[in-house]
Nanobody, 128 residues
C-alpha cells in the first residue's frame, strides 16, 4: 500500500515562505507523477503544482507561478514545494498526491482523477 507523508506546514506571516515535503513509501518501481493540491476553508480542493517522475516537467496553477517551486527527488521518492510570498488567502490544507505517469496525467494533471493516492494533508496558515 502506497503511503504519502506530508510535513513542513505551519504558521507564517503574509509575504513569508514555507517549504512542504512529501515522502512516498510502499511502492515498487514505476513512473509516478506527484502533485500538490490545497483546500481552503469552505472551498473545493484545487490544483497547486505537479511534477513528472524525472522531475523535468513541472506544472503550476496560474495563481502560484513565479512564487512556488516544485522539486522531485526520485532517489528517495520525495517531492518538495517551496512557497514564497505567501498570501493570506493561501491558508489551506495542502495535500500531496501521486499517480502513474500516464496519458491521463499529462491531459488532466490539474484534476484529481489521475492521482491514486493522497496524503493526510498539512495545514498552512498565512496570517495577515
Amino acid at each position: 500500500q502506497v503511503q504519502l507523508a506530508e510535513s513542513g506546514g505551519g504558521v507564517v506571516q503574509a509575504g513569508g515562505s514555507l517549504r512542504l515535503s512529501c515522502a512516498a513509501s510502499g511502492r515498487t518501481f514505476s513512473r509516478w507523477a506527484m502533485a500538490w493540491f490545497r483546500q481552503a476553508p469552505g472551498k473545493e480542493r484545487e490544483f497547486v503544482s505537479a511534477v513528472t517522475w524525472s522531475g523535468l516537467r513541472k506544472y503550476y496553477a496560474d495563481s502560484v507561478k513565479g512564487r512556488f517551486t516544485i522539486a522531485r527527488d526520485s532517489s528517495n521518492d520525495t517531492v518538495n514545494l517551496q512557497m514564497t510570498s505567501l498570501k493570506s488567502e493561501e491558508t489551506a490544507i495542502y495535500y500531496c498526491a501521486t499517480g502513474g505517469e500516464t496519458r491521463d496525467f499529462f491531459v488532466d494533471y490539474r484534476q484529481e482523477g489521475p492521482y491514486e493516492y493522497w496524503g493526510q494533508g498539512t495545514q498552512v496558515t498565512v496570517s495577515s
